[in-house]
């Protein structure tokens, strides 16, 4: 098993940006797909963004070129960098391990108009 915590997101003006974090109580990014979800009020958790064992990444559609997800494999954390916020892009975030499914346990990110 595997513990994620999170830290990061709070309140941001539009055009700003954040960074979140998601530290694995153990190294599993050697075999694990890692991703970044985000679920908005009154709608369905949805993918941001995803990397891959072999570093590879995918993004949504919505967040491509604003977005960047990365990982640093001696402290075992990922990244969320998100850069040109938007309002609609308020939700909270939720961080994934692939291989055991365990969730982080969410962080709010709100961006005013």
């Known amino acids: 098993q595997v513990q994620l915590v999170q830290s990061g997101g709070g309140l941001v003006q539009a055009g700003g940006s954040l960074r979140l974090s998601c530290k694995a109580s153990r190294s599993i990014f050697s075999y694990s797909t890692m991703g970044w979800y985000r679920q908005a009020a009154g709608k369905e958790r949805e993918v941001v963004a995803t990397i891959g064992p072999d570093g590879s990444t995918n993004y949504a559609d919505s967040v491509k070129g604003r977005f960047t997800i990365s990982r640093d494999n001696v402290q075992n954390t990922m990244y969320l960098q998100m850069n040109s916020l938007k309002p609609e892009d308020t939700a909270v975030y939720y961080c994934?391990?692939?291989?055991?499914?365990?969730w982080g346990q969410g962080t709010q990110v709100t961006v005013a108009s």
């Open positions: 994934n391990d692939r291989w055991f499914d365990t």
